[in-house]
């Protein structure tokens, strides 16, 4: 099998009303195709973060596409090497998305799901929903008690600081201690909950909030620290028992991840298809962790279509416990259809609140042509 065509679908998504995105507004996505001589397509989606899908796009077409014409799709991980190695010139996403197309194809030649080829250990894993930043205590409450109610296990806040908002425009880490207590309460002892702080504390707030949800039986502590700041992370470990959760966003994939596990700075590795290598990558990432006797917890994937590619991951690998829903929901907002844009069918966590594997073969995911094509703005070629 050879691969005769690369293209990037670049597709205006006109109104996401979410918490994420602000108000209604053109949200890009991009559907990568890589087509074959057998006549097998493999896809990917292109989404925000990163440089956004027309950058990506132009990254795939000008520095990938010219030296994958012609080759064996199934060289996954030559190709993933190859890829790797010109990080000078791309960005991991671009990796990442041509990546797990790859995948696709090699699912769809053998007819079997992606998780088959990579190593299936079980059919389902939990969900835990993870909440958009929400302005009072009672809201993160309210939404995960409506989660239990689904029956599902986990609940994940995201409080309101982040690094790239204005410090002035943020509440005091009262208010993370106050929402953390809130759910705990209104959530009782039975579901597991975490906070993921991103990147936006100082040590001292950090240890702060730490101590206070360690004290409400909180299963981890998410992304407390900027990830420059591996000492803080370090310190913070030797004063709280509550695990710490680091790692989502660092540079350097793989090759920068062994100094945060020997120094202790994180309990969990962390990756997702996007920006750590696609498939192949998150699985070194798994398995360097599994090594060291971690979970790498998988992160959310950024598009409906990639998360359905992380599911594939967390159904070849043991040491994941949870599957993050991350739905960008306002607060009184139950939807999961965000989760489902640009597939033709639904995301689906069952009344346990588990997520299933995908059965079909490849990505197991069928493309909503008709609503991409309802809105292209261009095709990278
Ligand atoms: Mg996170």
Known sequence: MRITDITVVLHERRSVPSAAFGPARPVPLGVLRVTTDEGIEGNAFLSSPGPGPAQIA???????????????????????????NQFHFLSPHAVGTVDIALWDIAGRAAGLP???????????VPAYFSSANHDTAQAYADE?????QQGWKGYKLHPPRAPWLPPDSSPPIDFDIEACAAVREAAGAGMTLMLDSSWSYSYTEGLRVGQAIQDLGY??????FPTHDMHSY?????????????????????????????????????????IT???TGLMKIAHLAEAFGMNCEVHDSYNALNNVAGL??????DNCDWFEVLAFNRAGDHSLGQLSYGLTEPFAVDSCGEVHAPAGPGLGAGIDWDLINSAVVAVAS
């Open 312 to 317: 594939h991951v967390m159904m070849a690998i």
């Open 58 to 84: 132009y990254q795939i077409v000008t520095h990938i596409k010219p030296w994958l014409l012609g080759e064996d799709p199934l060289d996954i991980g030559r190709h993933w090497r190859r890829m790797q």
């Open 277 to 279: 290598g696609g498939i």
């Open 144 to 148: 995960a008690v409506y989660w239990q």
């Open 114 to 124: 992606v998780h088959r080829l990579l190593g299936t250990c079980r059919d389902r």
């Open 234 to 274: 370090v310190r913070l470990g030797r004063h709280l028992s509550i695990p710490l959760l680091a790692t989502e966003i660092n540079p350097g994939g793989l090759a920068a991840l062994p100094p945060w596990i020997t120094s202790g700075a994180t309990d969990f590795l962390r990756g997702d298809v996007v």
């Open 219 to 224: 299963h981890w502590f998410e992304d407390p």
